[in-house]
């Protein structure tokens, strides 16, 4: 059982930055992919960036440089760091885990209820 709880959006002028957090129960035995993804109006979904047990991390392109995923895994909350934020940047951010290989085509099954980032 996964349960997924995002905070952090909210309005921020470009070139700002911003963190976003993920509650995390998970009572599985092993550990899922965990990874934030976005949806803008009108655009498919799009994962941006995943994280393994082990710590290791992977980008879409159109955020390397820019985001940082990252674990407390003493709070167990997934954090999204961004900086440099752009209007491109605006859409709905979801916090996601999935099974399998951890990249970003993850089959992602659990999905938080998403929290909003608007820049302007």
């Known amino acids: 059982h996964v349960q997924l709880v995002e905070s952090g959006g909210g309005s921020v002028q470009a070139g700002g930055s911003l963190r976003l957090s993920c509650a995390a129960s998970?009572?599985?035995?092993?550990?899922?992919?965990m990874a934030w993804s976005r949806q803008a109006p009108g655009k498919e979904r799009e994962v941006v960036a995943s994280?393994?047990?082990?710590?290791?991390?992977t980008y879409a392109e159109s955020v390397k440089g820019r985001f940082t995923i990252s674990e407390d895994n003493v709070k167990k909350t997934l954090i999204l760091d961004i900086r440099g934020l752009k209007d491109d940047d605006t859409a709905m951010y979801y916090c996601?885990?999935?099974?399998?290989?951890?990249?970003?085509?993850?089959?992602?099954?659990?999905w938080g209820q998403g929290t909003q980032v608007t820049v302007s």
């Open positions: 996601t885990a999935g099974w399998g290989h951890c990249d970003l085509q993850t089959d992602f099954i659990y």
């Open positions: 994280i393994d047990g082990d710590g290791r991390s």
């Open positions: 998970i009572e599985t035995i092993r550990r899922p992919c």
